[in-house]
């Protein structure tokens, strides 16, 4: 089945500086990757996916690169905010197949210092 | 609409007891899922519905069961509690066309 390392566990910036968080994965049929936010005590919510017809997704602040030949993906958000301070998750799935099933990374607890 | 609700927020029990969490969505999503999530390990699959009346298994589906009558409900049952599976539990549904999956709030289980 599929596999998703994510890295670093926990990232401390100060705000306005870049944030950069690395996900690779196993599987060469995934196609779909997501990126979840959760806040303490909250659910996780999407903030952006991406599919591997595409090598750069961008929104905002907020951007997803995808490299399929290394099987990694990453996602940067600039200019960051103490409101980011959150953990995040990636995950991976192939849509094409009939499980629709989403493998989560181990996340990453993003601190942004004021 | 309400999303995804999950019943209870929090749940206590004792080890061999059993008990269902309850989840429904109100947004006529074809697939459902439900995680469990603990400290480091992301979430995980628990077990996954296509649809009403089709049911199958996670990544980590023992002492735990589904099943899936309707479109809009989805509980999962604790067959005999145990301390391991003391976790927060997520429930999630999804339409046919997107894999984007829209969380529930989450239930907070321990088993003492």
């Known amino acids: 089945g599929e596999n998703v390392e994510q890295h670093p566990s926990t990232l401390s910036v100060q705000e306005g500086d870049s944030a950069v968080i690395k996900c690779t994965y196993s599987?060469?049929?995934?196609?779909?990757f997501p990126w979840y936010k959760q806040e303490l005590g909250k659910r996780p919510q999407l903030i952006i996916d991406?599919?591997?017809?595409?090598g750069e997704k961008k929104d905002q602040r907020i951007a997803v690169t995808l490299n399929k030949t290394a099987k990694h993906f990453s996602l940067h958000i600039t200019e960051t905010q103490p409101e980011d301070s959150a953990v995040y998750f990636c995950a991976a799935s192939a849509e094409d197949t009939g499980r629709r099933a989403l493998t989560f990374g181990s996340g990453t607890r993003l601190q942004v210092q004021p | 609409n309400a999303g995804v609700t999950q019943t209870p927020k929090f749940q206590v029990l004792k080890t061999g007891q059993s008990m269902t969490l309850q989840c429904a969505q109100d947004?006529?999503?074809?697939?459902m899922s439900w995680y469990r999530q603990d400290p480091g390990m992301g979430l995980r699959l628990i077990h996954y519905s296509v649809g009403a009346g089709i049911t199958d298994q996670g990544e980590v589906p023992n002492g735990y069961n589904v099943s899936r009558s309707t479109t809009e409900d989805f509980p999962l049952r604790l067959l005999s509690a145990a301390p391991s599976q003391t976790s927060v539990y997520f429930c999630?549904?999804?339409?046919?066309?997107?894999?984007?999956?829209?969380f529930g709030p989450g239930t907070r289980l321990t088993v003492l």
């Open positions: 999630a549904s999804s339409p046919e066309s997107r894999l984007v999956q829209f």
């Open positions: 599987d060469s049929a995934s196609n779909y």
């Open positions: 947004m006529n999503h074809e697939y």
């Open positions: 991406i599919r591997s017809n595409v």
